[in-house]
């Protein structure tokens, strides 16, 4: 980096218009309808590659035995209280099935575990009522006595099913539609769940120990399978795939409570903290069959909590440690002093001392992983493509779906050959780097070392300071002397703080970092954090920089910063200051398909939900918006909270008076209009994350109308044109090198053929290689093309932007501005997470997130 020079102009003024330019907006004429959704011919550039998928082929026989009927199911308990829990719901269908053989005429049935049941074969009736005991000896006694299971039904606690005839479903192999589809996936489903797997979804995990892979805290990860059969464009396919999940730790409920919270005996463990970890987990006694669900802990230890016990026809208050221990003659080593496990309710305790409870095996762990559990399920789950083709093919085998009866019924047979499909792999984008270098990428890379930044800027006035880590600091510095100034000033924290809360810390080491810098703040301030990067003084620190005191920062939590390590973090630095690292030849000579020509605004749209266990925390509408046209790789973000959960964006238009749009899209424009040589933009182009597919057409209702009235809030006749892309990674198709034994594919790879989608114009493209494991290709979607963009020139747009990604020196796996969009979403939960943002509302408005303040808020703060 050389920043005494100022960096030459790298790109051309925008052309004239031919319209004046001094007011904002200008007029542009408006568009009263879109053109027609028209799905242009496959792409035709790039070289041919022939490619295996994670998919096997389906073919529907004419043999099928007939068509399903669907039917509107209701579980409720005797009191007409709705059952809510899955695997009770799907017990109580199975009995339905083994107890009403002759009502239900023999009839096969397929549950989905919520409101739908499937027969194979219509039922005698339309509307039917069951009675239910579950319990598996009274069961076999009632089966087809109805004499019996009125007297039964008399002393035993009852389920109600309620059916009623919903609609009639097509097996016929050219009436395959999404409800036949629905019903062949709840077959899978089904199947799997009597194999004695753990369903999430279409994903299955079987209790095996070979699958397990210890993130440490008592906490594994499990690997598992996908399995949902697709109509795509070449036919019906089975997509197979490897999934994972978290699991706690089954075995000793102790033993597990003494790994998560990192103690050494029971009788260290936090009981406050372990009420919220084993809150609804289920467990066994070591002397009973039967599981139970943990509703809490006894108030008292195990030898002081007392409960009524019927001996005859006198009740005896007693102790659960005696009962245990002289009624029932159970030795207890430790129990005596703990407290009990609670499986009953508020007014009807059920107490169990701790020692005799197990956890079952194959429970979910609904919490937010640490930042070491993270790091090593990503790092130990990820597999080679040959171990993973091997995983898809073995699992295959061992699950059967052929053989499921059902499926053989419904004429279904699955080719155990993987599908092939045909790419094209386009070549890498040539890049410019300082003193216009040409960069030429290999495999999704390239090397930075010894050249020079595209636009450098000067890093002055700026400081260092140290959380106590155990990083050379003299080191660090000089390292960095060599290309930039030195820092102002080095702070070192007073250790008498190192065992305070990190809200402490932070404010102790800005109290010190006034002191050093009385009247002119610091224009940029590196952080070395303890522990790692997301430790706990990550958000409070963050809070302070972005929020607080609009200082631009830089977290390290490396101890060994060697050459490599420092050249990304130079990367990131001045893009943080508002420089250019590199960028692609085709933006410099403007010769972007569609986009370099006409006044053109990139957005990148992201919902960020809390991570699991945190549920109070609010979503985040991310969005980032392009801005310096004809530029592709300059941005800044806007976000808003959202109510938690919520994906669907409601405050991209919010007018707060007759002159005033507080809205995202509004504030972007504006930006990109002062940025740009007061030019407004007469197309858009978005690109928006985290939607599956039946949201699509809520995306265009929704949000798209919120975007027009902006649009007309600035100026009412104004409407550019739009292409809106849904930018998916959340799939689960996967594509090998077929020539090359099944290797990972070539960064630039695309396939828009076969396996694709039938609703709208998609393709996937695995523009990035994977350092380890198998790559994903992204998945677009293009809803609305009012641009006009050919295959590939969309595809040259797209395989562009996962170039100019200014942090990194390697192609990513998706369009830049949806990367950043993401990124801008995590540094402000994390602000959020520093201070619980109690003050945030969760009604339809969402709540206020912390403002960013206005010496950050135009930069890249997020890169």
């Not at 004419?62 to 695997?87: A, M």
């Not at 992983?369 to 083709?389: C, D, F, N, R, V």
Request: proline residues 6%.
């Amino acid at each position: 980096m050389e920043p005494p020079t100022p960096p030459p102009q790298i790109l051309p003024p925008p052309p004239p218009t031919g319209i004046p330019s001094k007011n904002f907006p200008i007029k542009i004429e408006r568009i009263e309808k879109s053109p027609p959704m028209n799905f242009p011919s496959p792409g035709s550039k790039g070289k041919g590659v022939s490619l295996l998928t994670n998919h096997f082929k389906v073919t529907v026989g004419s043999n099928g035995v007939g068509d399903f009927f669907h039917y509107d199911i209701l579980i409720s308990y005797e009191d007409g209280r709705e059952v809510t829990r899955k695997n009770l719901k799907m017990a109580l269908v199975d009995k339905l099935s083994e107890v009403y053989k002759t009502e239900l005429a023999g009839k096969s049935l397929v549950y989905d575990g919520d409101r739908s049941l499937f027969a194979l074969g219509p039922l005698p009736q339309n509307n039917l009522e069951f009675s239910i005991v579950l319990n598996p000896v009274l069961a076999k006694c009632v089966s087809g006595n109805e004499q019996k299971r009125q007297r039964l039904s008399s002393t035993s606690k009852m389920f109600k099913l309620r059916l009623k005839f919903a609609s009639r479903i097509s097996m016929q192999r050219r009436l395959i539609d999404c409800s036949s589809l629905r019903v062949l996936n709840a077959i899978l489903r089904q199947q799997a769940l009597r194999q004695g797997c753990l369903a999430v979804h279409q994903s299955f995990f079987l209790n095996d120990t070979k699958n397990l892979i210890d993130l440490g805290g008592g906490i594994h990860g499990c690997r598992g399978f996908f399995s949902s059969f697709k109509a795509l464009q070449g036919g019906m396919y089975l997509n197979h795939d490897v999934c994972m999940t978290t699991i706690v730790q089954s075995g000793s409920v102790v033993d597990f409570l003494i790994r998560n919270q990192n103690v050494k005996t029971p009788f260290e463990i936090d009981w406050n903290k372990a009420r919220g970890t084993l809150k609804n987990l289920r467990f066994k006694v070591n002397h009973l069959k039967f599981e139970f669900k943990i509703t809490g802990f006894s108030d008292r230890p195990c030898k002081e909590q007392k409960f009524s016990l019927k001996l005859g026809e006198a009740n005896v208050e007693t102790t659960v440690y005696d009962y245990f221990v002289k009624t029932r003659g159970i030795k207890l080593s430790f129990s005596a002093n703990l407290p009990c496990i609670n499986a009953g309710k508020p007014r009807k305790p059920k107490f169990f001392p701790i020692e005799l409870c197990s956890l079952v095996p194959l429970q979910r762990y609904k919490n937010e992983l640490t930042g070491y559990q993270t790091s090593a399920m990503i790092k130990k789950s990820s597999q080679k493509p040959e171990e993973l083709l091997q995983f898809l093919a073995d699992t295959g085998k061992m699950i059967k779906h052929e053989a499921e009866p059902l499926l053989k019924s419904c004429g279904i047979s699955i080719d155990g050959s993987f599908v092939q499909a045909e790419g094209r792999v386009l070549s890498a984008p040539r890049l410019i780097m300082g003193n216009g270098e040409h960069i030429f990428p290999r495999n999704g890379f390239w090397n930075i070392k010894d050249k020079k930044l595209l636009a450098p800027k000067k890093l002055e006035n700026w400081a260092v300071v140290n959380f106590s880590t155990s990083c050379d600091i003299r080191s660090t510095c000089l390292k960095l002397a060599k290309v930039v100034s030195p820092p102002a000033c080095v702070i070192q924290e007073n250790p008498k703080y190192k065992k305070k809360p990190a809200s402490v810390r932070v404010e102790v080491m800005f109290q010190q970092i006034k002191s050093k810098f009385r009247q002119n703040p610091p224009r940029f301030i590196l952080c070395l954090l303890s522990d790692k990067k997301f430790c706990d003084l990550y958000g409070p620190w963050k809070k302070k920089t972005i929020v607080e005191f609009g200082i631009l920062d830089q977290c390290v939590s490396n101890n060994k910063i060697d050459e490599k390590y420092l050249m990304n973090l130079m990367l990131k630095i001045n893009a943080k200051l508002g420089g250019f690292n590199h960028t692609i030849l085709s933006e410099i000579t403007r010769s972007i398909p569609f986009v370099s020509k006409i006044p053109t605004m990139i957005f990148g749209m992201e919902v960020s939900h809390a991570s699991p266990g945190a549920t109070e925390r609010p979503s985040i509408a991310s969005v980032v918006g392009s801005r310096e046209w004809p530029r592709i790789s300059s941005y800044r973000a806007c976000l808003r909270a959202l109510p938690p959960k919520v994906k669907m964006i409601d405050s991209l238009f919010k007018p707060i008076s007759e002159q005033k749009d507080a809205g995202i899209f509004s504030e972007l424009l504006l930006e990109f209009f002062a940025s740009s040589g007061n030019k407004k933009p007469a197309q858009i182009i978005i690109f928006r994350n985290g939607l599956s597919t039946t949201e699509y057409k809520q995306i265009v209702k929704e949000e798209m109308d919120q975007i027009l009235k902006a649009c007309n809030f600035l100026e009412e006749k104004w409407r550019p044109k739009f292409t809106v892309i849904v930018s998916q990674r959340r799939h689960h198709t996967k594509f090998f090198d077929k020539s090359n034994s099944g290797a990972n594919v070539s960064p630039g790879t695309i396939v828009d053929n076969k396996v694709c989608d039938l609703q709208c114009n998609n393709f996937y493209m695995n523009a990035h290689a994977a350092r380890i494991g198998t790559p994903r290709p992204t998945h677009y979607h293009v809803l609305l093309d009012e641009i006009g963009f050919s295959s590939d020139d969309l595809q040259e747009v797209i395989h562009s932007l996962s170039y100019v990604f200014q942090r990194s020196n390697n192609a990513i796996s998706e369009v830049a501005p949806v990367r950043y969009a993401r990124l801008a979403a995590a540094k402000i939960s994390q602000v959020i997470k520093a201070e619980k943002m109690t003050n945030t509302s969760c009604n339809g408005q969402g709540g206020q997130l912390p403002k960013l303040h206005k010496n950050v808020s135009s930069s890249m703060f997020f890169i």
